[in-house]
């Protein structure tokens, strides 16, 4: 029987726990006499004397270190309670409730780019300096790593897939997924047109009937259904369950799937992976008589485990058989099941392809076509662009989307303002010291295992890195003089897809997928444009957010409710109407 969050962590701890007794013990019993209130006491306040010795010594050691290199300590955001809990309580609120990186844009301003907060006792880093994120990617990439923190976080879900590993591990994991994202396996759009062309006739038929379709939705499906036929040589099929409706509405063609019950506890497990992150170390504590998110991994192992199963079973037969796999079913898991027979190992590198596959592209489209229904100016140019280098009628190539440089720059624009992985956190493996936020100063020290925060979603709207309208959605800046202006020579305020080491392997596989469904519905439909009616009320924006354009902040003017788990999503949807092409232009 497993452990549970919390008595592992009370495990791990238990010499902390018990040591500080024991000395007390050995000391009434064979060197000091003590009374029996005296001894009480004593064995009652020997744990947090002895944490609080520790502390001590060990922020004496820091201090000493940190002068043998020069440094500085980086600035410091403290709460007004002790242990700076009122800071734990209000970036909990902000992450359930708020517009994303609420609080934190507000410390960068007053504090810069680098800073750090101590809450009950847990020092955290938090950077938007491109300085600092491409050491941390880049030029210093062995000083950092994941880390315990975070893996811990993530373990019970991700388990030791490539996305919550370091070392040989990771590269184990690197080396069998880097073949199937090469130009050969992702210039074939075959596969974007069968599962494209089935997402868009059903938007259309949505649309017939005069009802709104909730496009995240639909995304989620159609990357859901590329991912596991390109990935794991079986398809889902989830479009086929055809599409939710309105909440006000009682037709009820929306038949269960399977693939349903598997996204439902998909985005909850990553919702509960994402809060351990925000509570902190600590979060093992509220875990102590069961793991949040066994139910949701039940559900989840449901869903991969017969696909498991099969491949298994299949691969043992053709092994007995002396049978070759056939090169069409090349896949990512066949490649993976030559490596190991190890089943918890298959499900966790299953699981975190299928976020990587599913939801960052689904989550890139779902905000594109946000955008480009606030900006119908450039809904026209882009689609311009697609009649005239692809037509209205047949499916574009790979050569064809090299081409289109404005479908390029809606894309980027969109990555830039909503990337779809707005945070990410990695942990110095030694220490090291960075540049000041004020030049002329001291270094900034920071010790071994210290946990980093950094924010592209922040880095991408500051307008130091990307001038005056970095708020704006404005996709000619990746073609205009803009970008030799900012992002060609500090190409590090750009990082959708991470870089270095990391760099996400399926970058050109995304790209090429958007692309693809961008194109493909812009041929069918000439506007989209919010359906504010069907959005759930407890999902709309809230009101408040008006009041942020006194402090020029963009949620002032959002029409949508962007957050985040492990990757962006709209709260509630984001339900849409999309206005048919005429036949005239065929």
Same mark, same amino acid.
């Given at each position: ?135 941390? +990617?880049?030029? @210093? /990439? ?7 923190? !975070?893996?811990? %976080?993530?373990?019970?879900? *991700? #388990? ?50 005069? +009802?709104?379709? @909730? /496009? ?7 990357? !859901?259904?590329? %991912?596991?036929?390109?990935? *794991? #040589? ?50 093992? +504590?509220?875990?102590? /008589? ?297």
């Amino acid at each position: 029987m497993a452990l549970t969050p919390g008595l592992q962590m009370l495990l791990r701890n238990l010499p902390k726990l018990t040591i500080p007794p024991l000395l007390v013990y050995v000391l009434s019993h064979f060197l000091v006499d003590l009374s029996p209130v005296e001894t009480i006491f004593a064995y009652i306040l020997s744990i947090p004397c002895s944490q609080l010795i520790l502390s001590k010594w060990h922020s004496w050691a820091l201090r000493r270190e940190m002068t043998r290199l020069g440094a500085q300590e980086m600035p410091k955001w403290e709460g007004k309670w002790p242990g700076s809990i009122d800071l734990l309580i209000e970036l909990y609120g902000h992450w359930m409730n708020g517009y994303p990186c609420d609080g934190i844009d507000d410390a960068t301003d007053a504090l810069g780019l680098t800073f750090k907060t101590k809450i009950v006792g847990f020092d955290q880093v938090w950077t938007i300096d491109p300085r600092h994120v491409k050491s941390i +990617l880049a030029t @210093d /990439f062995d000083g950092y790593a994941k880390g315990e923190r !975070l893996t811990n %976080a993530m373990s019970t879900v *991700l #388990g030791n897939g490539i996305f919550n590993t370091d070392g040989d591990i990771w590269k184990f994991h690197r080396g069998i997924t880097r073949p199937y994202f090469h130009r050969d396996r992702i210039s074939d759009f075959a596969l974007f047109a069968k599962h494209g062309d089935n997402a868009i006739s059903q938007i259309k038929a949505r649309m017939h009937e005069g +009802l709104p379709v @909730d /496009f995240q939705d639909v995304m989620s499906r159609f990357t !859901l259904d590329t %991912a596991t036929a390109f990935l *794991l #040589g079986f398809c889902v099929d989830s479009l086929s369950a055809g599409l939710p409706y309105p909440t006000s509405e009682t037709n009820g063609s929306h038949v269960r799937h399977h693939s349903d019950a598997f996204a439902r506890a998909f985005a909850s497990a990553q919702h509960k992976m994402s809060a351990r992150s925000w509570t902190g170390p600590s979060w093992q +504590l509220f875990e102590m /008589f069961g793991d949040a998110t066994k139910s949701d991994n039940e559900i989840v192992d449901e869903f991969i485990g017969p696909i498991l199963k099969d491949a298994l079973a299949k691969k043992q037969k053709n092994e007995k058989s002396n049978i070759k796999l056939n090169p069409e079913e090349d896949t990512m898991l066949n490649s993976l099941l030559s490596q190991t027979d190890d089943y918890k190992l298959l499900r966790d590198e299953t699981v975190n392809i299928l976020i990587a596959g599913r939801d960052t592209t689904a989550s890139l489209l779902t905000s594109a076509i946000y955008c480009l229904s606030q900006h119908p100016e450039v809904a026209e140019k882009l689609r311009k662009e697609i009649i005239n280098k692809v037509g209205l009628a047949r499916s574009p190539t790979y050569e064809d989307i090299k081409d289109m440089k404005y479908t390029r720059s809606v894309l980027n624009e969109t990555l830039r303002l909503f990337p779809p992985v707005p945070f990410n956190v990695r942990e110095t493996t030694r220490p090291t010291t960075w540049p000041p936020n004020n030049p002329g100063e001291k270094p900034y020290y920071l010790p071994s295992n210290s946990p980093i925060c950094y924010s592209v979603w922040l880095m991408h709207r500051n307008k130091d890195f990307w001038g005056p309208d970095a708020l704006e959605f404005d996709p000619d800046r990746f073609i205009d003089e803009r970008l030799h202006k900012y992002v060609v020579p500090n190409p590090f305020i750009f990082l959708p897809f991470n870089a270095g080491p990391r760099l996400c392997l399926g970058q050109q596989f995304a790209y090429n997928e958007a692309s693809f469904m961008l194109i493909r519905l812009f041929q069918t439909f000439d506007s989209v444009s919010l359906a504010r009616e069907a959005q759930p009320a407890w999902s709309r924006p809230p009101a408040a957010w008006k009041e942020a354009a006194h402090d020029g902040k963009r949620k002032a003017k959002e029409e949508f409710w962007p957050k985040t788990h492990l990757t962006l999503y709209a709260h509630g949807g984001l339900w849409v109407t999309m206005k048919e092409a005429g036949s005239s232009e065929a």
